[in-house]
């Protein structure tokens, strides 16, 4: 299982004859966005449709493309996954299948983490995609996904090829939470549990 395949594809299914499937899509960096605390990397502004939806990421891409770009599509290169998510991510947020599109204010950071905290308890967590910094905002962080009580899953981890595979293997077993902005557009899509309380439309 590829979870941007998967996405795309109940996406493709959804807009199936809408003519959306057409509509132009630009994708540019935004140097000067404050991202998501959980996050690291340039962030992707995909705009479609008179909105426009944020995606971080260490793999960043300038273009002009269509929706359907990604029907069908390989998606081999981590670069062409951060654009397609960046692009499912505006897209929900047009239909209405996602509220948050962008980041929120850096003043929002504390409460976000938080609440976050609260919500985790004092369960063991297996950060997925989050780079090594982040691991000093949690108290129980481990290694191995098989010893964690929850799986927190960031937008550099949901373009990792076998993400998939290890939300199929732990969905049910395991709580799985997808955080931040870049992976709302997969997360209401699929309908994965999604972290991100302050983001914004």
């Keep these: 299982m590829d979870i941007i395949h998967s996405a795309i594809k109940k996406l493709e299914e959804r807009i199936h004859g809408s003519g959306a499937e057409d509509g132009i899509v630009r994708i540019d960096t935004d140097p000067d966005r404050v991202i998501c605390q959980y996050e690291k990397g340039?962030?992707?502004?995909?705009a479609y449709g008179g909105r426009s939806g944020e995606f971080v990421t260490m793999?960043?891409?300038t273009a002009t493309?269509?929706?359907g770009f990604m029907f069908g599509a390989r998606l081999e290169?981590?670069?062409?996954?951060?654009?397609?998510?960046?692009?499912l991510n505006v897209v929900a947020g047009f239909f209405c299948m996602s509220r948050v599109l962008k980041s929120c204010p850096p003043e929002a950071h504390r409460d976000c983490i938080t609440s976050l905290k609260g919500e985790i308890?004092?369960?063991?967590?297996?950060?997925?995609?989050?780079l090594p910094a982040a691991a000093g905002k949690f108290d129980h962080v481990v290694d191995d996904p098989e010893n964690a009580d929850i799986l927190l899953i960031a937008g550099d981890g949901i373009i990792q090829p076998r993400t998939g595979?290890?939300?199929?293997k732990y969905r049910g077993v395991k709580r799985i939470i997808l955080i931040a902005?870049?992976?709302?557009g997969v997360s209401a899509i699929l309908g994965c549990e999604h972290w991100c309380p302050f983001g914004r439309a």
Excluded: F
Excluded at 42 to 46: D, E, S, V, Y
Excluded at 77 to 87: D, G, N, S, T, Y
Excluded at 121 to 130: D, E, F, P, R, S
Excluded at 165 to 168: C, D, F, P, S, V
């Design 121 to 130: 308890g004092q369960a063991t967590v297996c950060l997925v995609g989050m």
């Design 181 to 184: 902005p870049s992976t709302a």
């Design 77 to 87: 290169k981590l670069p062409q996954r951060a654009a397609a998510c960046a692009i």
């Design 59 to 61: 793999d960043p891409l």
């Design 42 to 46: 340039a962030c992707l502004r995909a």
């Design 165 to 168: 595979e290890l939300i199929a």
């Design 65 to 67: 493309t269509r929706i």
